[in-house]
């Protein structure tokens, strides 16, 4: 079952670059936020489902990033593994809102208080 | 008239022979008038079908062979040559029996008896009969129009006119600013003439291309030198017996040696017409290509089915194919009409456009633009059904946006980001073949021949086809126009899967370019492109912003080209550079500071020792390279540790770069009994000469003291050896994973030359390796005796190759931890935010 959460203001899409990436730390672990080329923004869990490899400091193309410890190809959209390899990390949901604010669903659990 | 005079081409020898051995058969007989574009093919779909049904005759205007109208267009740009653009030559219209009147027009049909009259006195039998007159274009009847040097642009004649006038001529006016009369334009300029467009409607190709698009489209070809005039209405045609200009109604007028009319086209019908055929606009037909009469069929650009008359081929491949069933007997579906989509085969020049997008009542628009990369996409909406899109910049989308208006996919899945592509839709872009594969068998891949998927696919299945040259001769899909070849070349590797093997020459760049490393370069420089948006812009690039493999590789090829004027970009660099250290596997960090040519000091060495203790650094290593590795350092903690060493005079060591690594040194004269040179000062030298240069590949060196060689020069990318009498330089060693000794380059006697020629050799390699392409595979590939050419035999040459080289370094030496320790990229190190 999906845990509850809530959606916490992160920051601003702006803190991104574009085609880059930033980390958001939780006590549970790191997500990694992502703002494409056509400034959508992503969510994922900090982790490849490779060999963990931070996925925040990989190259960011079209809807996806590609891990920079063994070049697994990630989806953005979907946070699975694409091309031959199989595997899938987690995927948050993510909003902006219209003055480019970034809010995060943070499943409850995964963050006690929350600092924006 | 022409149309009636005897023409004076001469019959081919074989002619009368296939009449002679086919007058006796007994078959049906038919003839076709037209020896066009519709005529032939028809002819080509029915021998498929039904082979050695009839006995065919085919009656040609035109005293040539069938060739693609089409091509003419590149023809006038002096992109094909006649002789490319032939569709079927004479061995084949003699290996299907088929007699052939080039040159020679019917010009009379007596319906009673079945028989056609030529203009040559021929009188020819039918049972069946095609009609295949395609259209004419239309001249306006201004004052004038009848001067020598105003021509049309329909046929190879044309064509020929027009080569020949733009040799001797300076001006030309080109009246119509449609898909013909820009082509023609663009044709001439290239031809070296002066050209003016002169356009009615208030923006370029007003039926296929809104305005938005035709605006970008008009400053695009002014960049190119045509001048355009929009809203201008022709009064008159000027001069005497030859044109000299052209005059509007608003008074303007324009200088002109050759006027060339491209303002529309009508269906060619004046022989079914005078002979009492149903007719509208162009020879009325059914379903089954059937005019009033029975016994007489017409296809291509002079009918009209279902009150609609066509100007482009893809319905006339869907036409022949009706009109081959009912020849053949074959009950088919008949001819259901076509929706429709243009490009403009200008070259550079990307537009598409397809079904219907006059918008109106009922209809939404879902607009993309991005002024920077030129690009412009409207999608025009109804009923959740995609009716019309017009493409600019753009156009790799068209032929999937053009399915799902034939298919009326129901695209409220797809809604919000459909204008991004299918790429983005499907997340695709990783998947080169995604896109082909959803395709169904019957997607035409190829609008110029009318080719579609399926067809290309039996052919590699069936016929063992392995490369693009294969399929091309095959199945004809990308032979003309080019414009399908990435996807042919996709959907080759998608059937075939790992056994295709790109066509000879290079491999590309990576999925998402045509294009191989050689090329890439080369046009960056050829064009004078400055960074790598513009770069995938104008080299075609499939995919928005490119992947992990062509973003480093692009961004290098422009700090190499541009020096001092690129500006390196961050987010094509691979972690290791652009946070100036190695990621290890637990996603902590190593430092190596550089240690020039392997010489520290106990300053260094205490301010290392602080540093490990300061941010309880895990490991601390000597590594293969002379120089101290700490390793297990958070990413946060970097930026703080740089400081620190910094502050002891330390810079990065670049040991995560493209870039140059170490100089090892023995320790020479200064204590080896053996020493013959300075190598450790040497090593120091070129270590401070070279640091900070960004390269293709890591680069490494060293300088032994002498030939026992304890610095392992003869690994290195550059390595030198001393000797009593001066320096050895070595090139292109590698002691990794495929060790290969150095080639001895050349000898010199003193260290200035040594270093010289070692600038030289680094620009070199730099100006001419492929992205990560190390020396020793790239000294393999380009020869040696290259390299001496270029560094040994013209000392010119070498001089220059170090002048770039310094020039390149001005910019290139500084430290990147100093900049960083003092806050540049400060959101590479720190998190956004800490929760919880
Ligand atoms: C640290 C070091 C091992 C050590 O503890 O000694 C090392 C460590 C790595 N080497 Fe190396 N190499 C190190 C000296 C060497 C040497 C010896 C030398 O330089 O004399 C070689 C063979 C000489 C040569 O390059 O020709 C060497 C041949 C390689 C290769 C194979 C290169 C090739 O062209 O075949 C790779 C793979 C690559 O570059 O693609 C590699 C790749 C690596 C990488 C970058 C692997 C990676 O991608 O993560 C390692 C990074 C470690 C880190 O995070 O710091 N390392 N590596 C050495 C650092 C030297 C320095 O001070 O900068
Ligand atoms: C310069 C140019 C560029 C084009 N570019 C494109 C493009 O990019 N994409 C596209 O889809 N379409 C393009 N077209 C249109 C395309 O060429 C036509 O749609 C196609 O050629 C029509 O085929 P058709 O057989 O109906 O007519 P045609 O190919 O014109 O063939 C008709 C033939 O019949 C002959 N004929 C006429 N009357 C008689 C008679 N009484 N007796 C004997 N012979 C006769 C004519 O001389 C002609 O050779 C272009 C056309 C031109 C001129
Ligand atoms: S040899 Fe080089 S690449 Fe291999 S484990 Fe050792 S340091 Fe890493
Ligand atoms: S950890 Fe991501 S590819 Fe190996």
């Known amino acids: 079952m999906v845990k509850a959460s809530t959606f916490t203001l992160v920051g601003q899409r702006d803190d991104i670059p574009r085609l880059g990436s930033r980390r958001v730390r939780t006590p549970a672990g790191e997500i990694a936020l992502f703002r494409t080329s056509d400034d959508k923004v992503f969510a994922l869990r900090n982790e490849c489902p490779h060999k963990k490899g931070p996925l925040s400091e990989g190259i960011v193309h079209g809807h996806s990033v590609t891990c920079p410890l063994h070049n697994w190809v990630i989806s953005l959209e979907t946070g699975e593994a694409q091309g031959a390899d199989t595997g899938c990390t987690g995927k948050l949901a993510v909003e902006v809102r219209d003055d480019g604010s970034i809010y995060l669903a943070i499943p409850s659990g995964m963050a006690e208080a929350a600092v924006a | 008239m022409s149309f009636f005079t005897s023409p004076s081409f001469h019959r081919h020898p074989w002619t009368s022979q296939v009449e002679a051995t086919m007058t006796k058969s007994k078959k049906p007989r038919l003839v076709i008038v037209g020896n066009g574009m519709a005529g032939i093919r028809t002819l080509e779909e029915l021998l498929k079908r039904a082979p050695d049904t009839y006995d065919v005759t085919v009656f040609g205007q035109e005293p040539r062979l069938n060739y693609n109208r089409i091509m003419l267009s590149p023809i006038l740009a002096g992109e094909k040559a006649y002789q490319d653009i032939i569709l079927n030559d004479w061995d084949w219209y003699e290996a299907n029996n088929i007699r052939l009147h080039a040159g020679d027009p019917v010009i009379g049909i007596d319906q009673k008896h079945g028989f056609v009259f030529s203009a040559a006195g021929r009188k020819v039998p039918y049972d069946k009969l095609l009609l295949a007159t395609g259209s004419e274009p239309i001249v306006i009847p201004v004052p004038g129009h009848k001067k020598e040097g105003v021509i049309t642009f329909r046929d190879m004649k044309d064509v020929e006119t027009m080569i020949d006038g733009a040799g001797r001529l300076q001006h030309a006016v080109v009246i119509g600013g449609g898909l013909l009369g820009l082509e023609a334009a663009y044709g001439l300029s290239t031809l070296g003439m002066k050209v003016t467009v002169l356009h009615l409607a208030p923006h370029l190709m007003e039926r296929q291309l809104d305005i938005a698009a035709g605006t970008l489209l008009k400053q695009e070809l002014e960049r190119r030198g045509l001048d355009i005039i929009l809203e201008a209405d022709t009064a008159e045609i000027t001069g005497g017996d030859h044109v000299e200009g052209v005059t509007l109604k608003d008074g303007r007028s324009f200088p002109a040696d050759l006027v060339v009319m491209a303002v529309g086209i009508r269906p060619n019908t004046w022989l079914a017409r005078s002979h009492g055929l149903a007719t509208g606009r162009g020879v009325q037909v059914d379903d089954h290509m059937i005019t009033s009469n029975p016994d007489i069929l017409a296809i291509g650009e002079c009918v009209e089915h279902r009150g609609l008359c066509y100007g482009l081929v893809a319905p006339i491949w869907d036409m022949a194919r009706a009109a081959a069933d009912t020849l053949a007997g074959s009950d088919g579906k008949g001819y259901q009409g076509s929706a429709i989509s243009t490009k403009l085969k200008v070259t550079g020049v990307d537009l598409f456009s397809g079904g219907d997008f006059s918008g109106g009542k009922g209809t939404e628009d879902i607009v993309f633009r991005d002024a920077a990369r030129g690009v412009y996409k409207r999608l025009v909406v109804k009923k959740d059904r995609l009716i019309g899109a017009v493409l600019y910049g753009d156009t790799g989308d068209g032929p999937w946006y053009f399915q799902m208006i034939k298919d009326g996919t129901d695209i409220s899945p797809l809604r919000g980001t459909m204008v991004f592509g299918q790429g983005f839709e499907e997340g695709a872009l990783s998947d080169p073949f995604k896109a082909v594969a959803d395709l169904p068998a019957d997607a035409e891949i190829c609008g110029c021949n009318g080719v579609c998927k399926g067809t290309i696919q039996t052919a590699i299945t069936e016929g063992g086809l392995t490369s693009l040259a294969e399929v091309r001769a095959q199945t004809k899909a990308s032979s003309s126009c080019g414009s399908c070849t990435g996807l042919v070349e996709k959907l080759i590797g998608f059937t075939l899967g790992d056994g295709y093997v790109a066509d000879s020459g290079p491999k590309p760049l990576c999925g998402c370019t045509a294009l191989d490393h050689g090329e890439v370069r080369r046009l960056i420089v050829a064009k004078g492109i400055k960074d790598i948006p513009s770069v995938f812009q104008a080299l075609e690039w499939r995919t928005p912003d490119g992947c992990h493999t062509c973003r480093p590789a692009v961004n290098y090829y422009l700090l190499c080209a541009w020096p001092g004027e690129y500006q390196d970009d961050a987010r094509a660099r691979f972690i290791n550079e652009r946070v100036h250290a190695n990621i290890q596997k637990d996603g902590t960090y190593s430092v190596v500071p550089r240690m020039w040519a392997g010489v520290t000091s106990a300053k260094e060495l205490r301010a290392i020792a602080d540093v490990v203790d300061k941010f309880n650094i895990p490991t601390v290593k000597v590594t293969g390279g002379q120089r101290i590795d700490l390793l297990g350092i958070k990413k946060d903690d970097l930026t703080a540790v740089w400081a620190d060493l910094g502050a002891a005079g330390m810079v990065s060591g670049h040991a995560y770069g493209k870039s140059l690594r170490t100089v090892k040194t023995c320790v020479g004269t200064d204590w080896c009994r053996f020493g013959t040179q300075d190598s450790t000062g040497l090593g120091v030298k070129l270590e401070h000469a070279t640091w900070g240069s960004w390269m293709p590949h890591k680069f490494k060196m060293a300088v032994s003291g002498c030939p026992r060689n304890c610095a392992e020069a003869t690994i290195k990318d550059f390595g030198i050896v001393c000797v ?88 290139a030496q500084d430290d990147p931890w100093a900049a960083r320790a003092n806050g540049m990229d400060a959101h590479e190190y720190q998190p956004l935010v800490t929760i919880g």
Request: with cysteine; aromatic share 10%.
């Open chain 2, 724 to 811: 009593d009498s001066g320096y050895e330089l070595h090139v292109g060693g590698n002691g990794g994973i495929h060790v290969r000794a150095t080639d001895l380059l050349c000898k010199v006697t003193t260290e200035e030359e040594a270093i010289e020629y070692c600038m030289a050799f680094i620009q070199m390699y730099r100006e001419e390796a492929w992205y990560l392409e190390r020396t020793a595979p790239w000294i393999e590939r380009v020869g040696i005796d290259h390299i001496r050419d270029r560094l040994t035999s013209d000392s010119e040459a070498r001089i220059k190759l170090r002048d770039r080289f310094l020039l390149s370094q001005k910019d």
